[in-house]
């Protein structure tokens, strides 16, 4: 089993910066993929970003690309997602997701309970 817990959300300006973490417990998360996906209020949860267990290899949703950055610290066990420019559709509650996985898994297993990040216009 894996545990995981998001930090770092909170209410920011449009084009100010966020910087959320997925702390991992119960397994070392270096043998896990872990992804980082969203979800808006009344819609559903998309993909933003996924980095493969070693962290070579990384993979973005197209409209994140050049804004957003995965990162992990396997030392540390966390998963680190740096949002910069944000923007109002933005908005959502923020999970991070982990698989056991030598590549980019399509499916993950174990979810966190999320944190809000809120961008003001």
């Known amino acids: 089993q894996v545990q995981l817990v998001e930090s770092g959300g909170g209410l920011v300006q449009a084009g100010g910066s966020l910087r959320l973490s997925c702390a991992a417990s119960?397994?070392?998360?270096?043998?896990?993929?872990v992804g980082w996906f969203r979800q808006a209020p009344g819609k559903e949860r998309d993909f933003v970003a996924t980095?493969?267990?070693?962290?070579?290899?990384?993979d973005y949703a197209n409209s994140l690309k050049g804004r957003f950055t995965i990162s992990r610290d396997n030392p540390r066990n966390t998963v680190y997602l740096q949002m910069n420019s944000l923007k109002p559709e933005d908005t959502a509650v923020y999970y991070c997701?982990?698989?056991?996985?030598?590549?980019?898994?399509?499916?993950?297993?174990?979810w966190g309970q999320g944190t809000q990040v809120t961008v003001s216009s």
């Open positions: 997701a982990a698989q056991y996985s030598s590549g980019i898994p399509t499916t993950y297993t174990y």
């Open positions: 119960g397994r070392t998360i270096s043998n896990y993929a």
């Open positions: 980095i493969s267990r070693g962290g070579r290899i990384t």
